[in-house]
């Protein structure tokens, strides 16, 4: 990553560059550190309780991550878009304000008839797939975690795009610390963790985080002029019609999301499988989290600076656009090599069934084009190019849908095929039709150099990986 931001340091504007640099190396920074304690704490926690409440734990984390992208109802990806002007003044920032909470009526909406189907449609197999192992108290209690996660999800990305990464950056890993610590000083206590105790947890440090973000967002608001110079803004009308373009991105982006496939293959294999494969492939979502943080979101965050591209401003766009991403597809080469080194001998030597394995490489080569897709969607985002990114995205879903009924009647060890195939077809439709709008080609071939600087790396985590 440290290579990457370095390549990138030579292009840009000397202002944005700096911007970026400190983007990337915070949000960097930010996920690897939750990552380390997230992750001791979610080994620790396979040990300590029983296999399947571990699977139901995840599942359900999965099940309010999956709806919180489900429900976004557009408005994440318009702040995209619309960054520039939203945090052009304190008149339009207030206006994104009145955005955000029409949106959270709407999420208050969704989580009462969230309640109500799980109150009456109990006898529905998906619902009932769900509540069998969350009783009632614990639904009102995922149903607050719901709510305060949707609200923060949509601040921090405002916070991100306004480059205010330290500050939410050291209250993530706060909130993190607070909550594990409140989990495991109640096991050494009681003596023992449940459902209740897990979401209990979360849902304190969620409020607390969320009032958190609200109050420094509330100070960057004074820092802005009270209005703006310009007088060119977009319409409601503009904004109304680019959420609804954006909702359809979002809901294929979730659809083919790692909650959703968790969630999919818990319906399908059960929970303690699910449990296991959700156990491994923890390092396959905290990455896309790494790169949509390091790359994704500060690549957009500077994109949004520039009004939508005119002629003039092609040239110099696409050499932006092309460092970030080439460097960006060298990276990902990196983290390929040196991840095989890892997975090939955890293939030959592992227990697990045939099943398992191969749904974790399907899933993993799933999350390998959602990496390559990060820097090309947030270029159609703010550049007002969110409808063509939909057009390709309603004939994923509309795919999908036969996919999914193949998927259930076909071996378990195919599963997530479909979801392989339609997201590769997507990404080359989505790289086609950017170079023919902006003539933008990146270099996906890998390079020497790249070769050679993961050759030793790659051949001592092999050897030492089948050695032990």
């Known amino acids: 990553m440290l290579n990457f931001i370095i390549f990138f340091a030579n292009t840009g504007t000397y202002l944005l560059q700096q911007k970026f640099i400190h983007a990337a190396f915070w949000n960097a920074f930010n996920v690897f550190l939750y990552k380390i304690i997230l992750q001791i704490h979610q080994t620790c926690l396979f040990y300590v309780i029983s296999k399947e409440l571990f699977g139901i734990s995840g599942i359900l984390f999965s099940t309010i991550y999956f709806l919180i992208s489900l429900t976004n109802f557009g408005f994440d990806y318009s702040l995209f878009a619309f960054h520039q002007y939203y945090s052009s003044s304190q008149k339009n920032f207030k206006i994104m304000m009145q955005q955000f909470m029409l949106r959270s009526i709407a999420v208050l909406f969704v989580t009462s008839l969230f309640l109500i189907i799980f109150h009456y449609f109990s006898y529905l197999p998906q619902i009932f797939f769900i509540k069998q192992y969350a009783p009632t108290p614990l639904i009102t209690i995922l149903a607050l975690i719901f709510i305060s996660e949707s609200m923060k999800k ?52 969620s409020l607390i985080e969320l009032n958190l973000v609200l109050q420094r967002l509330n100070k960057f608001k004074q820092t802005l002029p009270l209005t703006a110079d310009s007088s060119c803004h977009p319409t409601r009308k503009t904004i109304f019609s680019n959420q609804c373009i954006n909702y359809i991105n979002q809901i294929a982006k979730a659809l083919f999301s790692p909650n959703f496939i968790i969630i999919f293959l818990a319906y399908h294999l059960g929970m303690i499988k699910a449990g296991y494969i959700k156990l491994i492939i923890d390092s ?55 991840s095989s080194a890892i997975i090939i001998p955890c293939i030959i030597k592992s227990n697990c069934s045939n099943t398992t394995m191969i749904n974790i490489v399907f899933f993993a080569f799933t999350g390998f084009l959602e990496y390559l897709m990060i820097t090309y969607e947030k270029l159609y985002l703010t550049q007002n190019a969110a409808h063509a990114l939909a057009i390709i995205n309603i004939s994923a879903l509309t795919f999908l849908i036969p996919a999914l009924w193949f998927s259930n009647n076909t071996i378990t060890e195919y599963l997530l095929l479909p979801f392989v195939i339609i997201r590769l077809i997507s990404f080359v439709s989505i790289a086609y039709l950017a170079y023919t709008t902006w003539n933008i080609k990146p270099y996906f071939y890998i390079k020497l150099k790249t070769i050679f600087i993961t050759l030793l790396p790659f051949l001592s985590i092999l050897a030492l990986s089948l050695k032990y």
């Open 284 to 338: 396959v979502i905290v990455l896309y989290m790494l790169l949509n943080r390091a790359v994704g979101i500060p690549s957009g965050a500077l994109m949004s600076q520039r009004a939508t591209l005119t002629k003039p401003d092609l040239p110099h766009f696409s050499v932006i656009f092309l460092k970030i991403t080439n460097a960006y597809i060298q990276f990902l080469y990196t983290l390929l090599i040196i």
């Open 154 to 205: 949509s601040l921090e990305l405002f916070a991100h795009l306004s480059f205010l990464n330290k500050t939410i950056t050291i209250l993530e890993i706060i909130s993190l610390l607070a909550y594990t610590a409140t989990v495991w000083v109640f096991y050494f206590v009681f003596g023992f963790i449940n459902l209740y105790v897990i979401f209990t947890a979360m849902c304190m440090m």
